[in-house]
C-alpha cells in the first residue's frame, strides 16, 4: 500500500504542485516539449565548439567538501523545491557549466580518501597520503622528521609569485584541512594550534597550522572563516563567546596572531572583522587585506545560521572578490562549502544539502561578478560520502520524504535517504526504527558508526572559463590545478604564454622533447 505521506515526505503541507497523488508538469506529456529543449540544447552545445582559449585572469576554485554526485543531484532537487518547484528539473548554477569530468579522489595510501590528501592534490598538482597537507607522499602522517624536503607548493602560492592577489573563504575553520593546503606543509591536519601538537613535533621545528597561515605566504590578500581560538593564547576569552571556556585560545606559545596580523597590516589598508555587520560595513575600495574570523571554530550550518551576527558563503565570495579584483593582474580565489561534509558525518542530510544550496548560491554570486571571458572557474568536490537516495520515489517528492511504499520487509516507512553507514543506525525494540513521526531526521544507515565515511567514488569536476575545455574526461585528482595554472600562465608550465591578444597558445605543455621521455620513463 502507498504510504500516506510519500507526496510531501514529513512535510507538514503538501508540495504546491502535490494534487491527486504528484501529477507531472502538463508540457512533459507531450513530446513537443521535449523535442523543443533537447534541440535548444543542441544549439548551444554547437557554440561550444568555439573554444575559449584566453587567458585566464582570474581563477576561482569552489570546493564542496564532500559533495559527491549523489549530493549534487539531491542539492539540485532541493533547490527547485524551495523554490516552489518539482526540483528534478531545476538547474543548479554549477550545471550550467560548459564542461564537466571526473576526477578520481584516493589517496596514496587509501582507497577512500580524507580531505588532507585530497586537497594536496587539487590545490598542489600531487597526490599525498592521508592526512598530510602540502607535502608529497615520502612524508609520513604525525612523523615531524619527515616534513622538511619534501614540502610541495600549491597553486595559491604560484598565483600570488605572479604578481596576483589571492584568498580563502571557507564556512570551516580557516586552518581546516581544505585550506591549510592552500599555505601549509603539515605531516598532520590535525595541528590546528601548537596546543594539539605532540611535544616531540615542537622539540623538532615543526609548526602549527594556524601560525603557516600568517608566517609560510607573507601578505594572502584574503582570508575569511572561522578558526579564532587558535590564534589566541590559551585561556583567552573569545570575543563573542566570553563566557564559554571551550571557545576560549588554545595557543601555548602566547603568541596573538590576529593582533600580529592587525599591527602588520595597519599602514596597508587592512581590516580584521569577525561579525557580519563588520564584513558587510567595509568598502571594498578602501580595503587591500582582510582577515575575517566569525566563529572560534566552524561556522553554523547555513540552516542554523544566525542572518543577523553571521555572514553567508555569499556574502564573503561577493567581498572577498570586489577586495580582489582591483588587483590589475588578476586573483585566484578558494571558496570552500566545508559544512557539506560536517553534515553528512553527521547522518543529516538536511544539514548537508542546505549548504551546498548556499554554496551554489556563492557560484552564482561570482559569476555576476566576473566574466567567462577571463575567468575560469571549477566547481568540484575533495570526495563523495556513502550518501544515496532512492526508493522509488515519484515525481516532485520532497527530497527528504518517504518513500511511496513501506518496506516489503518489515512493513514500515522509509525515507528516501540514507547512508551505507553512520549514527542513523538505530534498532528499536528488536527492529528498525519507526521514523514516520520524526522532524528533523538523522537519516538511517546500514552500518552503526559514530560517524559517517567518506566514500571512495569519482566526483564531478564542472568548468567554464578559459580553458575550461581541458577539464574532461576521467583524469586523477590531482589534474585539476595544473590545468589552472596553465590556463592563468602561472606556476611551472608558462611556455605556452608567448601568445599576444589575450590568448593562450595551444604549444606543448613541455618545453622539451627530453622533458616528455622523462615522464615517460618516471610512469614506467
Not at 134 to 141: E, L, N, Q
Not at 380 to 401: C, E, K, P, Q
Given at each position: 500500500m502507498l504510504h500516506p505521506l510519500f507526496c510531501c515526505g514529513l512535510a507538514t503541507a503538501p508540495h504546491p504542485h502535490h494534487k491527486q497523488c504528484c501529477p507531472w508538469p502538463k508540457q512533459e506529456k507531450d513530446p513537443t516539449f521535449w523535442n523543443t529543449w533537447a534541440q535548444k540544447t543542441l544549439k548551444n552545445a554547437l557554440t561550444l565548439q568555439t573554444l575559449n582559449t584566453n587567458k585566464a585572469k582570474n581563477v576561482i576554485l569552489f570546493l564542496g567538501d564532500g559533495m559527491g554526485v549523489p549530493t549534487v543531484t539531491a542539492t539540485r532537487i532541493l533547490k527547485g523545491q524551495l523554490s516552489g518547484h518539482y526540483g528534478e528539473e531545476t538547474q543548479l548554477e554549477m550545471d550550467k557549466f560548459p564542461f564537466v569530468s571526473l576526477a578520481k579522489t584516493y589517496n596514496t595510501d587509501a582507497q577512500v580518501p580524507d580531505s588532507a590528501g585530497t586537497a594536496t592534490a587539487y590545490l598542489c598538482g600531487v597526490k599525498a597520503n592521508e592526512g598530510t597537507l602540502?607535502?608529497?607522499?615520502?612524508?609520513?602522517?604525525s612523523q615531524c622528521n619527515t616534513t622538511k624536503g619534501n614540502e610541495v607548493t600549491s597553486i595559491l602560492k604560484w598565483a600570488k609569485d605572479a604578481g596576483k592577489s589571492?584568498?580563502?573563504v571557507t564556512t570551516t575553520r580557516v586552518n581546516h584541512a581544505t585550506p591549510s593546503a592552500a599555505y601549509a606543509h603539515c605531516v598532520d591536519r590535525d595541528w590546528y594550534s601548537d596546543n594539539e601538537m605532540p611535544a616531540e613535533a615542537l622539540m623538532h621545528g615543526c609548526k602549527d597550522i594556524a601560525r603557516q597561515l600568517f608566517e609560510n605566504i607573507p601578505n594572502i590578500d584574503v582570508i575569511m572563516g572561522g578558526g579564532r581560538k587558535f590564534m589566541y593564547p590559551q585561556n583567552t576569552s573569545d570575543v563573542e563567546y566570553p563566557t564559554q571556556p571551550k571557545m576560549s585560545g588554545t595557543r601555548k606559545d602566547g603568541r596573538n596572531l590576529v593582533q600580529e596580523w592587525i599591527d602588520k597590516m595597519k599602514d596597508k589598508k587592512g581590516n580584521y572583522v569577525w561579525n557580519k555587520q563588520q564584513l558587510l560595513s567595509l568598502n571594498p575600495n578602501n580595503v587591500d587585506y582582510l582577515l575575517g574570523l566569525f566563529e572560534p571554530s566552524e561556522l553554523a550550518y547555513e540552516l542554523e545560521r544566525n542572518n543577523d551576527s553571521?555572514?553567508?558563503?555569499?556574502?564573503?565570495?561577493?567581498?572577498?572578490?570586489?577586495?580582489l579584483k582591483k588587483n590589475q593582474n588578476g586573483f585566484y580565489l578558494l571558496v570552500e562549502g566545508g559544512r557539506i561534509d560536517h553534515g553528512h558525518h553527521e547522518g543529516k542530510a538536511k544539514l548537508a544539502l542546505y549548504d551546498a544550496v548556499e554554496m551554489d548560491r556563492a557560484i552564482g554570486r561570482a559569476d555576476l561578478l566576473t566574466s567567462i571571458h577571463e575567468t575560469l572557474t571549477v566547481?568540484?568536490?575533495?570526495?563523495?560520502?556513502?550518501?544515496?537516495?532512492?526508493?522509488?520515489?515519484?515525481?516532485?517528492?520532497?527530497?527528504?520524504?518517504?518513500a511511496p511504499k513501506v518496506s516489503d520487509a518489515d512493513q514500515k516507512p522509509f525515507t528516501a535517504i540514507s547512508y551505507g553507514n553512520g549514527p542513523g543506525y538505530k534498532i528499536v525494540n528488536g527492529g528498525r526504527e519507526n521514523i514516520s513521526t520524526s522532524s528533523h531526521y538523522q537519516a538511517q544507515a546500514a552500518v552503526p558508526l559514530l560517524s559517517e565515511t567518506h566514500g571512495g567514488d569519482d566526483v564531478a569536476v564542472f568548468a567554464k572559463g578559459p580553458m575550461a575545455h581541458l577539464l574532461h574526461g576521467i583524469h586523477e585528482q590531482n589534474y585539476i590545478p595544473h590545468v589552472m595554472a596553465y590556463a592563468a600562465c602561472i606556476g611551472q608550465n608558462q611556455n605556452h604564454c608567448m601568445s599576444s591578444g589575450g590568448t593562450v597558445g595551444l604549444q606543448p605543455a613541455f618545453s622539451s622533447m627530453a622533458s616528455v621521455l622523462a615522464v615517460t620513463r618516471f610512469l614506467w
Open positions: 602540502g607535502v608529497s607522499a615520502a612524508a609520513v602522517r589571492v584568498g580563502i553571521d555572514p553567508s558563503l555569499t556574502e564573503m565570495v561577493d567581498v572577498a572578490i570586489k577586495v566547481v568540484t568536490a575533495d570526495h563523495s560520502h556513502v550518501f544515496t537516495f532512492g526508493g522509488y520515489t515519484l515525481r516532485g517528492n520532497s527530497i527528504f520524504g518517504l
